[in-house]
């Protein structure tokens, strides 16, 4: 259990998939990191002359796995990211040659046939210290070695997606904070202490506040005019000359004030303080995008990705991944509009309809019937809402799902149990499928068992 067995394994990994030659099938998860880890994947095993078809996953649920059985044999490769390491028995019975799995959330039962790569087996943790995209990285450098550096920024876009600056100063740390120093040293990654805000640095600060997503402002995410009225009641000025103003033209008394007033702004929105001084920390530049580029700003790309792949607009994801832009990226920041719009209509249902329910040991957030919500929202809704539950309690957010109903659970540090676990455990006990990390997890279960479902979870927690 060392960070030396951990690259031995790589390395032994590594050497399989070059033996398997081909093609590849490439399977990874929907959100910024699993979509960071596929397009890193594909990149690598496109240059070692693979033909590579990607698709994406919400989950391996039934369907999911069906999909995958059709698939898998017509493919001496298949490589899954940020999925897999609850299902190795299942996956050990693909009919591929070899199967390869990425994973860093929480591992279930080792099986034969399938080489898999999970940080936890070392004891290094998936939650905090790598992604998925890192492993890929770290994959993509046993492949190709150091050419591919180049792919650095992408795995910190991903870490970031996952909520991994965990660090001082919410820095990425371990296994992360080896790709971002390669990044620097190559002159593709550049680290700052700012505000975080979406994009600050190069979009006029009312659109940045706006559409900051990540912590959710409220009065401002969504509402330019909230922002520009925002801004002028704690003395910064939105604009000088008629032109609007970025937060890089704020002298750092400005910047001071701004972070002041956004962090004061969150204490009385319900956030811990933890959770409210993300505003302001260390930022990622991804120096080989243009000064005006939304992919920037790592963070911003991360959102980017979440937001178009919790669209379903898959493809496009992936294509920015692997570099394409013009057009591409156009579309992209449209999705990304819309996504935003959802949110905040979602974040309206909190407060003016009767969504959610508060128990002893949980909170619920029933978006049961609001159609204009997919399974994919749920996560990202789930971490946003997060900040409003109080005490030891967690939270679960309900969406529908064409299996069922699609559970999200996050839950704040000081509750005496293991999300993932307990999402794994509850949906077992009720036909569905579950998993995740120690603070966050997920689960899709009948819809007809919902109640029973989150009897298992409040009663499991009390009795823990």
Do not use: W
């Amino acid at each position: 259990m060392s960070e030396e067995g951990f690259f031995e394994r790589l390395a032994d990994v590594a050497s399989k998939v070059e033996a398997a030659g081909g093609s590849a099938l490439v399977v990874s998860h929907y959100d910024a990191d699993g979509l960071a880890a596929a397009s890193i994947l594909a990149r690598t095993l496109m240059k070692l002359g693979f033909a590579i078809h990607v698709v994406v996953l919400e989950q391996l649920t039934p369907a999911g796995f069906a999909r995958l059985e059709k698939l898998a044999p017509g493919y001496p490769l298949v490589l899954l990211a940020d999925m897999g390491s609850s299902a190795l028995p299942q996956l050990s019975k693909l009919g591929a040659e070899t199967v390869v799995v990425l994973d860093h959330h929480l591992p279930g039962d080792r099986a034969e046939g399938v080489e898999e790569v999970n940080p936890h087996r070392f004891g290094i943790d998936g939650s905090r210290e790598v992604s998925s995209s890192g492993l890929a990285y770290l994959l993509a450098r046993e492949l190709e070695g150091e050419r591919a550096v180049e792919l650095a920024p992408l795995a910190v876009v991903g870490a970031l997606g996952d909520r991994q600056d965990v660090g001082k100063g919410f820095r990425l740390i371990g296994l992360n904070r080896r790709v971002v120093e390669e990044g620097i040293e190559a002159g593709l990654l550049e680290e700052r202490v700012d505000v975080r805000v979406f994009g600050g640095g190069s979009r006029p600060l009312v659109k940045a506040l706006a559409y900051t997503t990540d912590p959710f402002l409220p009065g401002i995410t969504g509402d330019e005019g909230g922002a520009l009225a925002f801004l002028k009641s704690v003395g910064v000025e939105p604009a000088v000359e008629g032109r609007l103003r970025t937060l890089n033209e704020l002298d750092r008394e400005e910047k001071r004030r701004l972070a002041s007033a956004l962090v004061k702004l969150l204490l009385s929105a319900g956030y811990s303080v933890q959770e409210a001084e993300r505003v302001y920390g260390a930022t990622y530049v991804v120096v080989g995008e243009p000064q005006d580029s939304p992919l920037r700003d790592a963070r911003e790309f991360a959102q980017m990705l979440n937001a178009v792949g919790r669209m379903g607009a898959f493809e496009l994801a992936v294509a920015l991944g692997l570099g394409v832009r013009g057009e591409a990226l156009l579309k992209a920041a449209d999705i990304a509009g819309q996504y935003r719009s959802l949110l905040a209509r979602a974040f309206k249902c909190v407060r003016e309809e009767s969504v959610m329910k508060e128990a002893r040991a949980c909170v619920v957030v029933d978006f049961r019937g609001r159609d204009f919500l997919s399974e994919r929202m749920s996560g990202a809704l789930a971490s946003l809402l997060l900040p409003y539950v109080k005490g030891g309690k967690i939270l679960l957010v309900l969406v529908d799902s064409p299996e069922g109903v699609k559970v999200s659970a996050r839950a704040k540090e000081g509750l005496r149990a293991h999300v993932g676990e307990l999402m794994a455990e509850a949906a077992k006990r009720v036909g569905g499928v579950g998993g995740g990390h120690e603070s966050a997890g997920g689960a899709t279960v009948p819809a007809d068992k919902v109640d029973a479902f989150v009897e298992f979870v409040e009663k499991a927690l009390l009795s823990g």
